[in-house]
């Protein structure tokens, strides 16, 4: 028997539940439905479901396509759950993914919270950031090369940034080393070709992309005569995947 008009229908509460991402697979997690009052006769309601994701520097943000169930309340029942998919990965996530749900009522019900929350906590590690070279020493006209690399893929844009450092007591590579073309692209016009060229090396990006799992920086060397010394070039890699800087060094002969 439907309640007559104007009595208060029983209603539903939606709950927000916390699950952690796990690795893959189709996961759902269970979002808790209270009902408040006595259903007495079989009641539905409708939930639609919408995952958003957060975040500044990720491959993959926005909405997804809303998802629609509808949940049926028995004669007596006091509550459950409704079965939220959401996307599980292997990866270091930056994003924060909530699974949205709204709940509508069809028969026999009236909703009192009617949107709820899931939010999935990401549980994949950070992988190590690691600043090396491809070969420590090379000659003139070589390039010089720096290698970023992340020890896995993550989700996100791994931010990195390469500044160039200049000791006492090292001859360094010079502006003068490298070619003019590159001298234009990467350092300021004004660099005296006699100064060091680290002191130059600000504000290099070596970024890697959400995905990838490394990058490189090369440095060209103009061909020279020998030359009785070696020069050297190190760079300092800063990120915020690092609890402090780390450097590399090249020599050149
Ligand atoms: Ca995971
Ligand atoms: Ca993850």
Redesign the pocket.
Known sequence: MSPAPGALLPSIRIGKTTVT?GDGGDPMARLPYTVVGDVTVPARFAVAMEQRTFCDACARIGWSPKRYAIITVAPGDTGSVIEVPYE??????RRRQVQRVMAVPLTGLAMSDYIGRVVVR???PTPRLSFDVRRQRVGYGDDLVFVTRLAARV?YDAYARLSGLVFDRVDPLRVVDVPKRWARRHIVDRAPRRSALAKWITRESASIDAGELSTTFVVPTRVHPPHPNSKSLTLRLRSPLLDHPIRATIRVR
Do not use: S
Not at 88 to 93: E, F, P, T
């Open positions: 991402e599980a990965d292997n990866l270091d996530d990401d549980d994949d989700d």
